[in-house]
């Protein structure tokens, strides 16, 4: 399982790293789009509903593939699809330039105590995510998101609601108790401190 995972973590960096996803971006046409944004994300990328996630800081590359992910409908939410349904690469590229160049400070406590096979779960997700959980490339940041939201997308992938490659088969190996102890301890890691 171990040997298995580092196989598939090495081959998602390698198939993420050698796309060059942004040709050129315009972070001023991309802030006057994220007007459309605010209502839902705020005024900064962050809100503070879990509902909706915190775009700041978020990886380019990220934000930019789940943009055409919900244009393709690969990801559904009805609210996110009437949104994306009318961006055009040029939007979705400025866009995702503009917010992760935004800062996330929020701060999450951790007064959870991880068992010690969660602990190992989690060394597994900052192989892709990063050691502060704070991304790379295709690879979400974690840190600083809402607690509630990384518990609904764990969720998602569990139960095929939500569809990714990588994180479709990891979910599986995920209880419960694993998903609630990973999404306070990820929102917790601080990426913007290194
Ligand atoms: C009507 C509310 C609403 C508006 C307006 C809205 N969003 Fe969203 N957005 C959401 C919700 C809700 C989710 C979480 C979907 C889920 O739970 O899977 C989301 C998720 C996202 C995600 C995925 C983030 C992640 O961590 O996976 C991105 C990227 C995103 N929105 C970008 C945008 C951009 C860019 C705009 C403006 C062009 C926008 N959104 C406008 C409600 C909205
Ligand atoms: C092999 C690499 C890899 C590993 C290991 C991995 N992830 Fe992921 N994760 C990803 C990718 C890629 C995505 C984006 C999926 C997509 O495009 O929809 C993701 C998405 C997520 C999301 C959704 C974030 C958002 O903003 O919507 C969460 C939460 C998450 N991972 C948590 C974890 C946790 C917890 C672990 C460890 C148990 C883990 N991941 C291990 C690659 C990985």
Redesign the pocket.
Known sequence: MKTM?KI??A???LS?SSTNLYAATDVVAGEKKAGTCAGCHGAKGINKNAQF?ILAG?KAA?IA??LR?FKKGT?INPMMQSMAKNLSSEDINNLAAYFSGLKNNTNHTNDIKMADDTAS??S??????GSNAEGRG?????AN?HVK???N??KA?KSGD??????SG??K??SDE??KQ??VY?SSLNAEKK
């Open positions: 995972i598939l973590i081959l998602t960096v993420i996630p978020q990220y593939s789940q992910a990801r779960k989690a597994m997700c900052k192989g892709c995510h295709g690879f979400p940041r974690l998101q939201y990384l518990e997308q764990l992938f939500r569809k990714s490659s990588p994180m990891i979910s190996s995920l694993d998903i990973l999404s990820m």
